[in-house]
């Protein structure tokens, strides 16, 4: 008997934030959309829990999905990892997926891809790119796999460019434009000209304040191809996530979900994973980018798991 004879399997999924940022949460819907659309699944979601990373709001979102006795909750975002190892306990009886999670258990995997090497990448790019020799990155919160993408870029930047400086801060909100803006502007003050934003809603201050700048700055987006939507983007570090949630369901659905798994899609997959680059990029780097790119598809970089510099600081401009 199949999964179309029986009665239907139920997923139920989080995406904690805005289904319309053009970026990670609306990758979130459209793999929801995906389930709904090609799965034989009753699947439903619950998005806008919070701006940040607030354990106790996604805890409750999870046991409030958890009520209904799906046969799987699939957690949108790394910043679930914390709620998910608790909440799945409550629920021995329900499988939890979180997506670019890195936690797993006896009812628990996380399935993810592999954003750090597009952001590995995106830190080569502005190595070879910056003319100041000064970077900006702008994240909300500081769950591991933001953690990962920031290590990754670091150390992209500094493989192509030793005396490159990152300026890193972390805003405490993914989606207030004018808190990311208000970091942006002091990073762009301080002589970054690219930054690179870890962001949903709140991207749109960033790029706000590279365009209203005077000096000649540019983005880095990630997840989606920001490249088609601005022109100040000169690359982004893309990674799909929505294939990850589909691939989850897809997997329970014909019995090749595991638990205390972790399922990663990489650079091999370009239609998922890939630094994406805009036309101001010059063909020479083009071409350094593409060597990169084969060289970790063989196996040849690996990307460090520890950031090795400093942050920003907002209210005083240093490096500590």
Known sequence: MNNSEKQKLKISVLIPGNISDKGFMQAGYNGYMKIAEMLPIEVKYISGVTETADDNALANALRELASENPDMII?????????????????????????????????????????????????????????????????????????????????????????????????????????????????????????????????SGVVDAVKSSEKKVYNIGNVYDWTLEDDSFIASAVADSSVALFKAASDLNFNKWKANDTVEIGLDHPEVVRLSMGVNVPEGVKEKITDFTKLFVEGGIDVPKEYGGKEFDLSTGELK
């Open 75 to 203: 957690a949108h975002g790394g910043q679930c990892d914390v709620p998910v190892e608790s909440v799945s306990i409550e629920f021995p009886n329900i499988k939890f997926t979180v997506i670019q999670g890195h936690v797993k258990s006896s009812n628990v995997s996380s399935y993810l891809v592999r954003q750090q090497d597009s952001t590995w990448l995106a830190g080569a790019l502005a190595g070879l790119m910056t003319k100041s020799n000064k970077i900006g990155h702008i994240a909300g919160v500081r769950p591991k796999s933001l953690l990962l993408e920031r290590a990754a870029f670091y150390d992209g930047l500094k493989a192509v460019n030793p005396d490159a400086e990152l300026l890193s801060c972390f805003t405490g909100n993914l989606d207030d434009p004018e808190i990311n803006k208000s970091a942006a502007e002091s990073i762009i003050e301080h002589g970054a000209d690219i930054i690179y934003s870890v962001l949903n809603s709140g991207r």
